[in-house]
């Protein structure tokens, strides 16, 4: 499994965001398509809401990829 870190720009991103940003998802539209079939899980949970908040210390994963996120600087 690969890991990603990503380094927050603000509070939160919402998932669909997050995906895009971290080239796992190659636009906003696939993004959302892949959250409401159930591929994608946050802190090893399925997450369904494609615009959930995802803050500092959250962990999404994707086809075989965790993304971790950090706090921004």
Known sequence: ?????????????PLDSLLKATGLAESGGRARV????????????TELRKTAKIREGQVVSYQGTQVRVLAGT
Do not use: A, P, T, Y
């Open 1 to 13: 499994m690969s890991n990603i870190l990503f380094e927050l720009r603000g509070e939160f991103i």
């Open 34 to 45: 892949v959250i409401s079939e159930g591929q994608v899980e946050v802190d090893g949970k």
